[in-house]
């Protein structure tokens, strides 16, 4: 009898879905029991080389099995059509629908949320009937509507919510914008982004004119750089790890480009015999940052206006510490060739310091073709054309990231972190 492959993927789900529950019960980690309000799983939260593999395999087995049934045209119209979902969910999230249901897992009437919401009733009622029937909301009883644990997620967390905003609304816009931007030469970095085409004018420039969206959009985000950026958490790690700290060493970070120091002030925290200066060409960044950091770390973080481009000299490593470490955290995947030469050269005569400065690049990669599953691979795929889209960069692939870096002084040595897409240059 020749192959289901239907019953082949499914029966490859349910083993996948019972090596997953094996895994979490070795790690006493209870299955989601549901998406209710109030639900929580460390599934959600907890990064495990293992547990990732599995969970990543058993969606991808599940979206395999979704396309085999609905057929060519079936899998075109779903995957054109949550359109209309995205547009219905921004509409709640922009006139604040949701924080107007209760949190205690109550239900409200489509009246009485229309009336504080000065919404229409029967717009709004087919507005969250859509999102209800995706999971996000409930309609347990007809025109009363409920929160899941998905809505409560974007109640309680603002940042995250701003996030989905920007999503929905100025990324969204711009994608439209993509097939336009195409239709005459438009080399990466020289050429116009789509975000341009479609807003008049670049990304950061649109949002300095939009205050209220560009405060919007600092909050989405500060909340990927805590809950979706792995990058961060590379960062600790790898201090945590170094020798100058296993040693007991005292190094200072001088964090390039460090914004409002957010960062620089959370890693003051873990490490507290650390110093940490943040410098940025912004004036209002600095400014910003410094009343916002806490009284009790001004001794042990600086701020300072820096021009990102000016030569650091070896006067300013200060003979205090046993070494510095030049933090660049997302800063150089927005700048072309020429201009990141300039940026690392710029560093090179600081690092002639008796102490052995060195450099930790914390940044976006692009995998090459086949690195990962095709499921996998799609969301850096996605990042791709999003950034390209957004501010018509290149992203680098690991192996142009060290000829870029060894082309710009003969003396680097560069050393790659995990993950497996990168390779070491010597």
Excluded at 45 to 70: F, R
Excluded at 321 to 339: A, K, Q, S
Aim: proline residues 5%; negative net charge.
């Amino acid at each position: 009898m020749d192959e289901n492959i239907l019953v082949t993927t499914a029966e490859q789900i349910l083993a996948s879905t019972s090596e997953l529950s094996k895994q979490l019960k070795d790690v006493n980690i209870p299955p989601p029991d549901s998406l209710n309000i109030g639900a929580t799983s460390s599934l959600w939260t907890t990064h495990d080389e293992k547990l990732d593999v599995l969970k990543s395999k058993v969606i991808a087995l599940s979206q395999s099995l979704g396309a085999l049934l609905e057929g060519p045209h079936g899998f075109l119209h779903e995957y054109v059509s949550v359109n209309w979902e995205h547009g219905a969910l921004y509409t709640l999230l922009d006139h604040n629908v949701l924080e107007h249901i209760p949190l205690d897992g109550s239900t409200i009437p489509i009246a009485q949320l229309a009336q504080e919401t000065g919404l229409p009733a029967n717009k709004l009622l087919r507005i969250c009937r859509l999102v209800a029937t995706t999971g996000i909301l409930r309609e347990p009883t007809e025109g009363d509507f409920a929160h899941t644990a998905i809505s409560e997620t974007l109640v309680e967390d603002q940042g995250y919510k701003s996030f989905i905003a920007f999503q929905l609304f100025e990324t969204r816009v711009a994608s439209a914008h993509l097939a336009d931007s195409l239709r005459k030469p438009n080399p990466f970095w020289t050429g116009e982004a789509a975000f341009e085409l479609a807003w008049g004018m670049p990304m950061y420039d649109w949002h300095r004119k939009n205050p209220e969206m560009g405060k919007r959009f600092a909050e989405a985000m500060g909340s990927v750089s805590k809950s979706l950026d792995a990058g961060n958490d590379m960062v600790i790690e790898w201090i945590k790890g170094s020798d100058y700290v296993r040693n007991g060493k005292k190094p200072c970070i001088i964090e390039i480009q460090g914004k409002t120091g957010a960062f620089s002030s959370q890693l003051a925290t873990i490490f507290p015999d650390m110093q940490f200066e943040v410098q940025d060409t912004s004036a209002d960044l600095i400014g910003r940052g410094q009343k916002l950091l806490e009284a009790e770390l001004k001794w042990q973080v600086i701020l300072s206006q820096r021009d990102l481009f000016a030569t650091r000299k070896v006067e300013e490593i200060s003979n205090r510490h046993d070494t510095t470490i030049f933090l660049l955290r997302g800063v150089l995947w927005n700048h072309p060739d020429d201009e990141v030469l300039t940026i690392l050269q710029s560093i090179l005569p600081a690092m002639k310091h008796h102490t052995k400065p060195l450099i930790l690049i914390s940044d976006l990669v692009s995998p090459s073709w086949a690195t990962f599953e095709t499921h996998v691979e799609r969301a850096f795929r996605r990042r791709d054309v999003t950034l390209m889209t957004m501010h018509n960069v290149q992203q680098r692939k690991s192996t142009e990231w060290g000829n870029l870096i060894q082309s710009a002084s003969a003396e680097f040595k560069v050393r790659f972190l995990p993950p497996a897409c990168c390779e070491n240059f010597n």
